[in-house]
């Protein structure tokens, strides 16, 4: 498996499993899951600096990718999992735009704040992250 496959799944998994942690935190605690929206943007700073550590001859690109791909499989596969759980369903549901619509806005914030945490990785020189 190659550095940047590694990463990219690394980061599926720890969006999924953010998204079950959170969604049972607010289930079992009565806490409101729009909260977890505020760990999910530090999750994709992490893992954009992460991944643009891992990759220093292109940190932000490798950074916007794996956010790219987080955002997408936070719309997805971690929506089904929050909905499965409980707390992330929305109230008489949502149609397919409107789920394309939001699919579409989260990937667009995953990017830029993972993009971010690319950016702070190239500026944060040190050695390279195995």
């Known amino acids: 498996m190659t550095p940047r496959t590694r990463i990219i799944m690394t980061a599926i998994i ?3 499993a953010f998204d079950a942690l959170a969604s049972i935190t607010s289930r079992t605690t009565g806490t409101p899951y729009f909260w977890a929206t505020f760990g999910s943007w530090i999750l994709y700073i992490g893992i954009g600096y992460f991944a643009g550590r891992a990759i220093p001859e ?3 690109r490798m950074a916007a990718i794996t956010g790219l791909v987080s955002g997408i499989a936070d719309a ?3 929506w089904l999992t929050s ?3 409980g707390p992330g369903k929305v109230a008489g549901g949502i149609t397919p735009v409107q789920w394309l619509f939001t699919a579409i806005f989260v ?3 995953a990017t830029g704040f993972a993009a971010l945490g690319g950016v702070i990785a ?3 020189r040190g050695p ?3």
């Open 14 to 16: 720890a969006v999924i």
């Open 58 to 60: 292109s940190p932000i």
């Open 76 to 78: 997805s596969l971690g």
């Open 83 to 85: 909905w499965a759980i």
């Open 107 to 109: 990937t667009a914030l």
């Open 122 to 124: 190239r500026s944060n």
């Open 128 to 130: 390279r992250l195995p």
